[in-house]
C-alpha cells in the first residue's frame, strides 16, 4: 500500500515528463548525434566523420564572432536582471500605499510573448518614426539610430529582454522574501540590527537557493535567446548582435549546413553546463 502512495506524485509528474522528453531530452541527443555526422539539409544524407564539424566549427571565424558576442551580452544581461529583479521584490514586498497598483503595472511584460514584446520594442525604437526618438526630439535632444548603431544594437537588445525578463524574475525573489518568517525579522528588529544588517545578514542568506535557482534559469534563457535578433536585427549591424542561436540557425536552415549548426549547439550546450555549475558551486550554502 505504502508503495503505491509513493508513486502516486510521479503519476501526476508523468505527463509534464513526457513533454520534457519528447520536446528537450530526445532532440538534445539527437543533436549530439547529429554533430558527428555529415548532412546535406537538402538531401538528407548521412555520413559519420567524428570530430570532424567540431574541427570545421573551431576554424570558423563566424562561430567566435558569434560566441564572443553572446557571452558579451550574458555578462551584462544575467547580472543586471538579477540585481534589478532583486530589488525590486524588495520594494514592491514593502507595504505601502498604492503599492497593489504598481505590482500590477509593472508585472505587465509577463503577461506578454517574447515575441510581441520585441516588436512592439522595435517599434517603440525606429530612428524616423519610434515613440522613444519622439520624446528625444520632444527633449531637445538628436535623434538616436538604436538598433541600427554598432554601438548601440546590442545594448538596445539589452534593455528589450530586461524589460521583458526583469518583472519575470522578481516574481520567484518576491515569492522567497515572502517566504522567510515574519518572526526571524522581528526578532532581528528587537535586538537593534538595522534594516540593511536584516537584508545583508537574515534575508539574503535564506535567499541563497531562489538567487541559484534565478540566476541558472536566466543564463539557460539569454544563451538561448533567438526571437528579438531575428526579429529586430538579424545579428546586425555588422554582427554585433549576432548570438549564438541566431549564427546557429543561420547556419542550419539558411545556409543548410546542419552538421556545423549541431556541433556549434553542442559545444554551446557543454558551456552552458559548465557555467550552471560554476554558478552552483558559487552559491553552495555553506551548511
Known sequence: ????????????????????VIFNLIPTFATIRESVFAQSFFSGEQVF?????????????????SMEVTLAFNLVVNPLQVALALGLAVLINQHVPG?????????LPVAVSINVTAIVWGLMLDQNAGLV??????????????????DQALWSIIAI??????????????????????????????????????????????????IAFVLVADTITNFTMFAPIFLLTRGGPQQTTNLIMHETYRR?????????????????????IIIIAVQFALLRPKT
Open 133 to 150: 526618438n519622439g520624446i528625444l526630439v520632444a527633449l531637445g535632444l538628436p535623434r538616436q539610430p538604436f538598433l541600427l548603431s554598432v
Open 49 to 65: 566523420v567524428g570530430l570532424q564539424n567540431y574541427r570545421d566549427l573551431f576554424n570558423f571565424s563566424g562561430f567566435w564572432r
Open 99 to 107: 503599492m497593489i497598483v504598481f505590482r500590477s503595472v509593472f508585472l
Open 252 to 272: 542550419g536552415f539558411v545556409y543548410g549546413d546542419l552538421s556545423t549548426s549541431s556541433a556549434m549547439i553542442t559545444v554551446m550546450l557543454i558551456l552552458v
Open 161 to 210: 529582454v530586461s524589460w521583458k525578463g526583469i518583472p519575470f524574475w522578481t516574481l520567484f525573489f518576491l515569492a522567497g522574501l515572502q517566504n522567510i518568517p515574519h518572526s526571524v525579522i522581528e526578532a532581528a528588529k528587537i535586538d537593534g540590527a538595522s534594516t540593511w544588517a536584516i537584508f545583508t545578514r537574515i534575508k539574503l542568506p535564506l535567499l541563497r537557493p531562489v
Open 1 to 20: 500500500m505504502a508503495s503505491k502512495q509513493n508513486l502516486v506524485p510521479y503519476l501526476f509528474l508523468l505527463p509534464a515528463l513526457s513533454l520534457l
